[in-house]
C-alpha cells in the first residue's frame, strides 16, 4: 500500500515571501502520478498542480511549481510570490498508475495548513 | 468547459432519516464519477465510483449506496442515518484515461443528530 506523508502540520508565510511545503511518499510503482489540492476555508478540494512520474521535467503552474525527486520519492511545492488568497490546508496526493488503478484512487497525505499574511 | 454541481451544501438530519446528495455534471460525456467523504482535519476517503451508468462500486464498507441513473447524474443515498455519518461530502469526476486528474464539486456538510 501506499503511504503520503507531510510532515508539517501550518506553515505560515508573508505575503510576497515564498514557501515550501514537503511531502514524502511511499510506493513500489514506477507508474504513478502525483497532485497537490488546496482546500481554502470553502472546503472545495482544487488541483493545484499535478505530475507524472515517467516526467523528469518539474510542473509549474504560475506561482506554483513542484520540485520532484523520483529517486528520493519526494514531492515539494513551492508557493512563490504568496498571496492572502493563499490561505488554505494543502494536501498532497498519490495515484497509481494502470487504467483501472486511477479510478478516483487518491492516497492522502494529512495536509498542511498555510496561512498568509499581510 | 466543465463543471460540476452538487447539493444541498448543508443539511441536518436526525438519526434514522434517509439521505440523498446528489451532484451534475455539464460539459463531458461518460464521465468516471466519485463520492469522497473527508473527516475533520483529514484528508479524503473514496466511497464508491462509477465508470459508467448503473455500474457502481464500494470501496468501504458502510451505511450508504451510491446511483448513476443517468449519464451525468450520481446520487448518495441512505435508508437510515447514522451518527458516524456525519462528516464533510464530495462529489468529484475524471475523464476514463489513467491517471488522469480528478475535479471536486463544492463538498456538502451532513450533519446527523
Known amino acids: 500500500a501506499q503511504t503520503v506523508t507531510q510532515s508539517q502540520p501550518e506553515m505560515s508565510v508573508q505575503e510576497a515571501e515564498t514557501v515550501t511545503l514537503s511531502c514524502t511518499y511511499d510506493?513500489?510503482?514506477?507508474?504513478?502520478?502525483l497532485f497537490w489540492y488546496k482546500q481554502p476555508p470553502s472546503r472545495q478540494m482544487i488541483l493545484v498542480i499535478r505530475?507524472?512520474?515517467?516526467?523528469?521535467q518539474n510542473a509549474t503552474e504560475n506561482r506554483f511549481s513542484v520540485n520532484f525527486q523520483k529517486a528520493a520519492k519526494s514531492f515539494s511545492l513551492k508557493i512563490s510570490d504568496s498571496q492572502l488568497g493563499d490561505t488554505a490546508m494543502y494536501f498532497c496526493?498519490?495515484?497509481?498508475?494502470?487504467?483501472?488503478?486511477?479510478?478516483?484512487?487518491?492516497?492522502f497525505g494529512a495536509g498542511t495548513q498555510v496561512v498568509v499574511t499581510p | 468547459s466543465q463543471t460540476i454541481h452538487q447539493w444541498p451544501a448543508t443539511l441536518v438530519q436526525p438519526v434514522g432519516s434517509p439521505l440523498s446528495l446528489e451532484c451534475t455534471v455539464e460539459?463531458?460525456?461518460?464521465?468516471?464519477l466519485y463520492w469522497y467523504r473527508q473527516a475533520a482535519g483529514r484528508g479524503l476517503q473514496l466511497l464508491f465510483y462509477?465508470?459508467?451508468?448503473?455500474?457502481i462500486s464500494s470501496e468501504v464498507p458502510q451505511n450508504l449506496s451510491a446511483s448513476r441513473p443517468q449519464d451525468r447524474q450520481f446520487i448518495l443515498s441512505s435508508k437510515k442515518l447514522l451518527l458516524s455519518d456525519s462528516g464533510f461530502y464530495l462529489c468529484?469526476?475524471?475523464?476514463?484515461?489513467?491517471?488522469?486528474?480528478?475535479?471536486f464539486g463544492e463538498g456538502s456538510w451532513l450533519t446527523v443528530v
Open positions: 468529484a469526476w475524471s475523464t476514463g484515461l489513467t491517471g488522469n486528474t480528478i475535479y
Open positions: 510506493t513500489s510503482e514506477n507508474n504513478y502520478y
Open positions: 505530475q507524472e512520474a515517467y516526467k523528469q
Open positions: 496526493a498519490f495515484m497509481k498508475g494502470g487504467v483501472e488503478d486511477s479510478w478516483g484512487k487518491l492516497q
Open positions: 460539459g463531458t460525456s461518460n464521465p468516471n
Open positions: 462509477s465508470v459508467g451508468i448503473g455500474q
